[in-house]
């Protein structure tokens, strides 16, 4: 079921201040959009990049953010799904990087199911990909 405009907003805030957070390398606050529950599931862009569980994504993050960042990730469409506390989003997005040479550019499509619990959307799984 489409989620209403309020769901909308909410999930997509979430999903942009934890770019933001992943873009100023700010782990901690990266990780407070996401679960603690051990049944967490981050799916990445490269063969074998799947993580169960808040310590193997907090361990995956933080060798990633050691070996590049993007400077900007924007959000091109995002459809926004609801049914009870449990939200779905599929999206597309452009992520800048900075490499020692010049920005690059990179389109990606992402999944991700949150979860509201005491009125906070947390990210329950996430699946990213470039196009």
């Known amino acids: 079921m489409r989620a209403d ?4 907003k909410e999930v997509l805030e979430v999903i942009r201040e934890s770019w ?8 901690d606050r990266l990780l407070s959009h996401y679960t603690d529950d051990p049944d967490l599931v981050a799916i990445g862009t490269s063969k074998g990049e799947k ?8 361990k995956a993050f933080e060798k990633e953010l050691r070996s590049f960042c993007p400077a900007k990730m924007e959000l091109l469409w995002a459809s926004v799904s609801r049914s009870g506390d449990v939200a779905w989003v599929a999206g597309e997005f452009i992520a800048q990087v900075d490499t020692l040479y010049s920005p690059i550019s990179m389109t990606g499509r992402m999944t ?3 979860e509201k619990r005491n009125g906070k959307w947390y990210i329950m799984h996430t699946h990213f990909s470039f196009a």
Not at 5 to 8: D, G, H, K, N, S
Not at 53 to 58: C, I, K, S
């Open 20 to 27: 933001d957070a992943y873009i100023e390398r700010d782990i």
């Open 112 to 114: 991700c199911v949150l």
């Open 51 to 58: 993580y169960f569980g808040p310590e193997q994504v907090r």
């Open 5 to 8: 405009e309020e769901t909308e």
